[in-house]
Nanobody, 111 residues
Framework: QVQLVESGGGLVQAGGSLRLSCAASGRFFSLYAMEWYRQAPGKQRELVALINSRGTTTYADSVKGRFTISRDNAKNTVYLQMNSLKPEDTAVYYC?????WGQGTQVTVSS
């Protein structure tokens, strides 16, 4: 079973930046597509960004041009660089590898 641990969330002003990290256990990290989701209060969990095993990326329209997903297979870690943050980006952010979810990290953007 793959275990995922997110970190890097926090409180930031609108226009600021944060970098989230998701560290994975296990030997086959490089084979997994890795995804970042977020869930705001009262809303459904939504896909934010995805990076497949070849490094191809996909983004939700709401974050295109502001967020960047990347991975370091040597460190079994996936990142989400978030720039130009908006109050509507406030949510709990989760990483997902197709078989396991992380515990989530809170991102709060103040106006």
């Amino acid at each position: 079973q793959v275990q995922l641990v997110e970190s890097g969330g926090g409180l930031v002003q609108a226009g600021g930046s944060l970098r989230l990290s998701c560290a994975a256990s296990g030997r086959f990290f490089s084979l997994y597509a890795m995804e970042w989701y977020r869930q705001a209060p009262g809303k459904q969990r939504e896909l934010v960004a995805l990076i497949n095993s070849r490094g191809t990326t996909t983004y939700a329209d709401s974050v295109k041009g502001r967020f960047t997903i990347s991975r370091d297979n040597a460190k079994n870690t996936v990142y989400l660089q978030m720039n130009s943050l908006k109050p509507e980006d406030t949510a709990v952010y989760y990483c997902y590898c197709g078989v396991s979810w992380g515990q989530g990290t809170q991102v709060t953007v103040s106006s």
